[in-house]
């Protein structure tokens, strides 16, 4: 599958802790962008990587950062993780410019407990 | 403030019925929208782009900045068209990113 693939599927942890969920973006995207989805909320957009460089950010909390990688790949840190933190995060990646659009990973749920 | 509107959570109808998914904007300048769904354990993916002005799937939308809407039709629904539904407007020209809706599950019943 050379879609977008986001690891861990799932992650448990409790509350305080630090944990990083990953992105590959498809094979030839360089934007990577990243969205949390809470319970009873839409997808909130967290921050956009192009090609290794910060390219907008959204409503990011500062406990959250994330960076892009020379192979493009992505990270987003987590830390002092509160119960409000538990959502789905999905990475999306696209080629850029203007009418790309943006193709979606399967989500990392991550629990706070 | 950029911001999409999905008045409705839930929309339930027959098969065979007309569906209309609502979705209102606020942006000053010249809007891009898109649709995009995501099916029962499948990726959220595009459905469409207002400036493609193309039907998928039987899906069309059309932009009325008069009313700042996109709206998303189809004049018979389908089973298989049971989803959820999220109305995205892209952001500034200088970024690419997609300002979502909180989205409307479609419910076709038979």
């Known amino acids: 599958d050379s879609g977008v693939t986001q690891t861990p599927k799932h992650l448990i942890t409790a509350t305080g802790q630090r944990v990083t969920l990953r992105c590959s973006p498809r094979s030839g995207d360089l934007s990577v962008y990243w969205y949390q989805q809470s319970l009873d909320q839409g997808l909130q957009f967290l921050i956009q990587y192009y090609n290794g460089e910060e390219r907008a950010k959204g409503n990011i909390l500062e406990r959250f950062s994330a960076q892009q990688f020379p192979d493009l790949h992505s990270e987003l840190n987590l830390s002092s993780l509160e119960l409000g933190d538990s959502a789905l995060y999905f990475c999306a990646s696209s080629v850029g410019g203007a009418d790309s659009p943006l193709h979606f990973g399967n989500g990392t749920r991550l629990t706070v407990t | 403030a950029q911001r999409v509107t999905q008045p409705e959570k839930l929309l339930s109808v027959f098969k065979g019925a007309p569906v209309e998914l609502k979705c209102n904007y606020s942006?000053?300048?010249?809007?891009?929208l898109f649709w995009y769904v995501q099916y029962s354990r499948q990726r959220l993916q595009l459905l469409l782009r207002?400036?493609s002005r193309e039907s998928i799937k039987g899906f069309t939308a059309d932009l009325n900045k008069g009313e700042t809407s996109f709206h998303l039709k189809k004049p018979f629904a389908q089973e298989e068209d049971s989803a959820m539904y999220y109305c995205?407007?892209?952001?500034?020209?200088?970024?690419?990113?997609?300002?979502f809706g909180t989205g409307t599950r479609l419910q076709v019943f038979p």
């Open positions: 207002h400036i």
């Open positions: 942006y000053s300048g010249s809007p891009e």
């Open positions: 995205a407007l892209k952001g500034p020209y200088n970024t690419d990113k997609l300002i």
